[in-house]
Structures are given as C-alpha cells and as structure tokens.
C-alpha cells in the first residue's frame, strides 16, 4: 500500500479482556517498529522487527504484551488482560532498506481506551 | 538514563514570527537526532536526521541544526499551516536507529 496502514484506528475494551492490533506495513519495508504514546509523554518504543524476527522486544511492559510478524510483512501486537494503565495511542512504523536512519513511516495508529 | 528534552511544551506564534523549539539530549553515543512533524489524529512524519555537531539541514521554513548538547528547530516566518506537534528523537549508541528515544515535543500554534 501506499502508507502504513493501522487497525482498528479506536478501541475500547474492558479492563481484562484482550485485545489485538494490526499493522500493515509499506510493501518492501523490512523493518517494523512498534511505538507507544501516552497523553503529555513521549513515544516509547516496545519492539522492533527485521523480517520475522524481533531483536530487540525490550520495550514490551510486562508479559501481557506480545507481537508477531508473518511474512515479512503484517503484524500484530496483541495486549492480554488489559489494564487501565495500556490506554494509549499505540503506533506501528516501518523503514525501507535505505535503512532507519533515513526515516520511518508512521501509520496513525490505534487509540485504545481501556475502561 | 537516555533522555530527550523539549522545550517549550507549547508555543503561540503569530504568521510571520520567526522563533525556534528547543531539544537538550543525553543520549549516550548519539547515532543520530531526528525531528518529526506530527498533527492531531496522525502518526508523525520524518523531517531531519542529523549526525553530528555542526550539521544543518534545511525544508522549506524549517532548518534543523546540532550541537553536542541540543538540537533547534527554527521556523522562518511561519505559517498557520506549520501549526503542528514537533518531535524530536535520540537514536543511541545501543539500539541505534531501531529504538529512538523521543521528547514528548512541542505544540506549536501559528495564527493569522
């Protein structure tokens, strides 16, 4: 596609049911990023992806959060038992082979709101 | 502790009133600074990325420079249009371009 594509844009969910996020990446782009922004703060990284693989999931708060990428291409970044505390924008970014420091591309992320 | 701090959290100009946003860092082997554009609903967008002190980049009335401590972001006689969050990113010696770390950015409001 032509930009980062993020779904759903909104949810709400109840304090511990589960919830899963999906972003679709440029085509082509190896690397995917996932990014969290919470009111008044910065964006926090939770994980990074090249293909497949994550080498670096050290941003993931706490076990409820895990995120997986299939070929190549689509991930999910799925949240267990929310918490209050997981409302936030979360947002999914990709690199072309350039490489990251030439920029990522943001999708528009997903609002959650947990109530 | 890796840390992006930005200043001021908000800013009103007036069309045409020149003024530049602040970005200290310690960010420990500093790969790279980056500044991103983001507007309300929508992810940010890349604008710069600067490697070393010195280093200027210019886009249309935004020019980007780096010293070993802070990067600004000038705008030249602004326009409403420009009315966005601006974000600024570290990019550490550890993680490196992958794992940025960010400012919570600027708000900057330009009025007619």
């Known amino acids: 596609g032509a930009g980062v594509s993020q779904s759903p844009s909104n949810k709400v969910t109840e304090k511990g049911k589960d919830v899963e996020l999906r972003c679709d990446p440029i085509?082509?782009?190896?690397?995917l990023y996932w990014y969290r922004q919470s009111l008044g703060q910065g964006l926090e990284f939770l994980i990074y992806?090249?293909?497949?693989?994550?080498?670096?999931k050290s941003g993931l708060p706490s076990d409820r959060f895990s995120a997986e990428r299939t070929g190549g291409s689509v991930s999910t970044l799925t949240i267990q038992r929310t918490q209050q505390e997981d409302s936030a924008v979360y947002l999914c970014a990709s690199s072309s082979a350039l490489g990251p420091n030439y920029g990522y591309t943001f999708g528009s992320g997903t609002r959650l709101t947990v109530v | 502790e890796d840390q992006v701090t930005q200043s001021p959290e908000a800013l009103r100009l007036q069309e045409g009133e020149s003024s530049s946003l602040n970005c200290s860092y310690t960010?420990?082997?500093?790969?790279?600074l980056f500044w991103y554009r983001q507007d309300p609903g929508k992810g940010p967008e890349f604008l710069f990325t600067?490697?070393?002190a010195g280093e200027e980049k210019e886009k249309e009335r935004l020019k980007a420079t780096l010293t070993k401590k802070e990067s600004f972001l000038h705008i030249t006689a602004p326009k409403p249009e420009d009315s966005a969050t601006y974000l600024c990113a570290g990019a550490p010696f550890s993680g490196g371009y992958n794992k940025l770390i960010f400012g919570a950015g600027t708000r900057l409001a330009v009025h007619p």
């Open positions: 600067l490697y070393s």
């Open positions: 085509s082509g782009h190896t690397a």
């Open positions: 992806f090249q293909g497949n693989s994550a080498p670096d």
């Open positions: 960010v420990s082997g500093l790969r790279g």
